[in-house]
């Protein structure tokens, strides 16, 4: 009994028949279709109800495509009554079971095999993110790494779920069901096709728009469509750019000029400032020495301080062009980056792109001011700032620091250290020597702040002194505090040097009559022997008169 779903009731196959011959019945079933297990067969769609489709298989036989071998939802829309399609025999026993999924998944896998072995490509969809990749179907199920989704790493995959794509098949085992496949390799080998028409076509000097497609802390790579070029940050603009982001960002369109390219290497690098004016052309005509203006400070330096004058020309402040005294100490204080600032240009180097700066320049001179103030001779007051081993820096009321050299401490006393006479913070009195504002130097003295006691030694006059040393020159003995005289053994008495040298010891006061005198050796010679004479002259002058007929004896004898 076989069911005629496009009946309105069941009717059954063997009805009272009586004009049909065993014969008829025989040929029938010999031009019926073999309806062997798993043989393929073309049928027609003649009945459909709520548990398949019905076709007709010949010789009044019937089978069914149930509809539970497709998802809920998906069946085919090709499968409706009238329609011929090709299904195969998946159960012979009873009713003839047929599956038309089973056709259509073969001719999938042939079309899959078909383009594994011409190396086509394949298109198809990614379904869902799975370990490792993707699931993808081209048809039938494959594997696509996250490797291969793209050239460049991927790090939010689920953003590919649902998208289609073309894929090359890698690989292929038709009998495990396993299938892999790429689109980077696509993108690879379209990439190279490309690059080697742009290589072709682009040449140095030319001027061509292209594509921020990656921005690192260098530059920027740009797409000349195929081939990706190098715009490094120096190339971005004439001045100086600090971060690529604040210029450039991803997917941007510039316009760019080619620098150099080597076909070698496949390198191509880029100028985006070759297509601007460079400002230093025209700088020296519009930073003129002597120019005041006002300026950004973009760093900070231990030499001092770099300012961008405009977009382009950065000018150097140096640290001793910030103030008069103290400058790098208060430039660091007082300057940040970012900060706007006047400046004064005071020389311009175009060649190589360098402008000097100045603040102090545009300020008072206090140099020239203690020029004017400050003959020599003149006596002023300072703080002790510094002390060195070879003198001591004092700071004058206009800021400046003046030098008190070791040799100016004292007249007469050998300093070894200044510490020895000064410390840092004393308030001292000094005598201006000299003022030299070009090379911003004053010279101080502690020592002339009183007279030179050397000078009101002369040639001729009596000293008294203690005899402080005794040497095989002569003896020395101790004017005042600090000063000495020699008196050499010919100089200390008229008798024999034995004698006198057993005579004068240390600590003898003795008279003598200066001689000689060396102020700016700081020497002074005396002679005992000289005074004695004079005397003995003095005292033959004064007794001579008195009795003409006296011996000089008896005069020196009654003296």
């Known amino acids: 009994m076989i069911e005629n779903k496009n009946l309105d009731k069941m009717v059954t196959s063997f009805e009272d028949c009586e004009d049909i011959s065993m014969a008829d019945l025989m040929k029938d079933y ?3 279709p073999n309806i062997d297990f798993g043989k393929e067969l073309e049928v027609t769609i003649i009945a459909e109800n ?3 489709f019905m076709v007709d298989l010949g010789m009044k036989f019937e089978g069914i495509i149930p509809k539970k071998e497709f998802e809920e939802g998906k069946i085919p829309t090709e499968l409706k009554v009238g329609a011929k399609i090709k299904v195969k025999i998946v159960s012979t026993r009873g009713q003839h079971i047929l599956s038309y999924r089973e056709v259509i998944e073969k001719n999938k896998w042939d079309v899959v095999q078909e383009a594994f072995k011409n190396n086509h490509r394949v298109y198809g969809t990614i379904v869902k993110t799975i370990k490792g990749g993707f699931l993808v179907n081209i048809g039938v199920n494959a594997f ?6 793209d050239t460049c790493f991927v790090k939010e995959t689920e953003k590919y779920v649902g998208k289609s794509y073309e894929f090359i098949i890698t690989k292929f085992d038709r009998e495990e069901k396993n299938v892999i ?10 990439k190279n096709v490309a690059r080697t028409s742009a290589l072709e076509s682009i040449a140095e000097g030319q001027i061509i728009d292209g594509t921020v497609s990656r921005i690192t802390n260098f530059g920027a790579f740009i797409s000349l469509g195929g081939i990706d070029g190098l715009l490094h940050v120096s190339d971005m603009a004439w001045y100086k750019v600090k971060k690529v982001e604040d210029l450039l960002c991803l997917g941007q369109t510039i316009r760019v000029q080619v620098l150099k390219v080597d076909r070698a290497s496949e390198k191509i690098s880029l100028s985006m400032k070759n297509l601007a004016p460079n400002p230093w052309e025209s700088a020296v005509e519009r930073f003129p020495i002597g120019l005041i203006m006002k300026g950004i400070v973009t760093s900070v330096m231990d030499y001092g301080i770099f300012v961008e004058l405009e977009p382009g020309v950065e000018g150097l402040l140096h640290s001793s062009e910030y103030a008069w005294n103290n400058s790098e100490a208060a430039l660091k204080k007082e300057i940040k980056e970012g900060q706007e600032i006047e400046v004064k240009i005071i020389d311009i180097d175009k060649e190589n792109k360098k402008i000097a700066l100045s603040i102090k320049k545009m300020l008072i001179n206090p140099w020239d001011e203690a020029f004017r103030h400050y003959t020599p001779g003149t006596v002023i007051k300072g703080v002790v700032q510094n002390l060195m081993p070879f003198g001591a820096f004092v700071k004058l009321p206009e800021g400046i620091e003046g030098l008190i050299h070791i040799s100016d401490f004292s007249w007469t006393a050998k300093i070894r250290h200044p510490e020895d006479v000064l410390k840092k913070g004393d308030e001292v009195e000094v005598v201006v020597l000299e003022v030299n504002p070009q090379n911003e130097k004053i010279s101080l003295s502690l020592k002339h702040v009183k007279s030179d006691p050397y000078k009101k030694y ?16 002569g003896i020395f003995i101790e004017l005042e505090h600090g000063i000495e005289a020699l008196i050499k053994n010919e100089e200390i008495s008229s008798v024999k040097i034995e004698r006198s040298q057993s005579v004068l010891k ?3 006061e003795v008279e003598a009559k200066v001689i000689k005198i060396d102020i700016k050796n700081r020497k002074i010679e005396a002679s005992i022997k000289k005074l004695e004479f004079d005397r003995e002259k003095e005292l033959v002058k004064k007794y ?9 004896g008896e005069i020196l004898t009654e003296e």
């Open 181 to 190: 496949v790429s689109r980077r390799k696509i993108i690879e080998d379209e």
């Open 458 to 473: 002369k040639i001729g006059i009596v000293v008294q002194g203690k005899v402080v040393r005794t040497t095989d020159l």
């Open 506 to 508: 240390e600590g003898e």
């Open 30 to 32: 010999n031009e019926s």
């Open 144 to 149: 696509l790494h996250i490797s291969q989704l």
């Open 544 to 552: 001579a008169n008195q009795n003409e007929k006296s011996t000089l």
């Open 50 to 52: 709520a548990d398949g």
